[in-house]
């Protein structure tokens, strides 16, 4: 279930990353502040890294992944329809801790307990290439 969820998440990413132009002139921002403002969730990926290694209560937990797989969905529809950047920037901070959980987690199964880490490696890496070459596609028949 992470491999499977590792790609529907940076096709999640490669999109919104296509629509957040849109998002920003939405709300009028300059572009420091859309670069900062459409960013957040990057940050917040980044310390989910952290608090995910740091705490491992979460391996071979179900209910971890399916709430991030849920969480990435709302969040999802959340940063694009959502009419007050307050409320944006929020479902930003939970889409950051969701991909974060499913990336991670992903790339975790796919190199532990296993005598071919290494090759498992090599698919975790290509389920995420399929997520960036998808990604793009989707968000430009977005537009």
Request: proline fraction near 3%; glycine fraction near 8%.
């Amino acid at each position: 279930m992470a491999w499977l969820a590792n790609p529907f998440a940076y096709i999640a990413i490669n999109t919104l990353l296509a629509v957040l132009p849109g998002v920003a002139a939405k709300f009028h921002l300059s572009p420091m502040l859309a670069g900062f403002a459409c960013s957040l969730w990057c940050f917040v990926r980044f310390f989910a890294f952290i608090a995910l290694w740091q705490w491992t209560g979460w391996h071979y937990r179900f209910r971890w992944l399916v709430t991030a797989y849920v969480t990435l969905v709302i969040s999802f529809a959340a940063i694009l329809v959502l009419p007050n950047l307050a409320a944006v920037l929020i479902a930003q901070l939970f889409f950051g801790a969701a991909v974060g959980l499913i990336y991670y987690s992903s790339l975790f199964y796919a190199m532990d307990a296993h005598d071919s880490s290494s090759e498992h490696g090599g698919i975790h890496e290509a389920a995420i290439g399929l997520g960036n070459c998808v990604g793009p596609a989707v968000g430009a028949t977005a537009l």
